[in-house]
């Protein structure tokens, strides 16, 4: 019996991973039409009915040095609300969930502003550059390093929520 598990274990040790991050781009897909609705060609809230912190050295160390809006506080905290839900809704939480959460939230935003710019129409791909994206202010091989840093961030605190300790069988979903 134990060795008709294991093939099982396997696939979902592949399967599970890959399909969350499809979930998560899919959630980033729909989550930039509706920023791309509600900003439209301008970009980081700019044209938004919302208040504003230009500059203060705390966002240059925490918000890569753009400004604070209202829209950005609201929905950033928002969306971190939302990917929590499921552990309220089953009632458990470990180090590698909120790891887990933490990395699909830093992929979703990667993955969402992205998106924003290819789907936007007045963007595209060809201005995706830093002459026509001034709140990304440092850039890194052709991509702002906010990108570079959370994917890098995000992908290892993903690998993390799934690494199985030498050992030990496949962790339950709330171990």
Known sequence: MASSTRPKQRLSALLHPTLLLFA??????????????????VGWAASLPSWRIESHWLLDIFWGGRPLT?????????????FHLPLALVGSWSLRLEARIIGCLCLFWIC???????????????????????WHKSWFAGLPTD?????????????????NRPGKAVSPPGA
């Open 70 to 82: 209202g829209y950005h506080a609201w929905v950033f905290s928002f969306m971190a609300l939302v």
């Open 24 to 41: 998560v781009a899919t959630v980033a897909f729909f989550f930039a039409h509706v920023e791309i609705e509600i900003e439209g060609p």
């Open 147 to 163: 990108y570079w840093t959370f994917t890098l961030v995000g992908g290892c605190l993903l690998a993390f929520s799934f690494w």
């Open 112 to 134: 969402e502003d992205l998106l924003w710019f290819i789907l936007n129409p007045a963007f595209g791909w060809a201005r995706f550059v830093p002459a026509h994206v001034p």
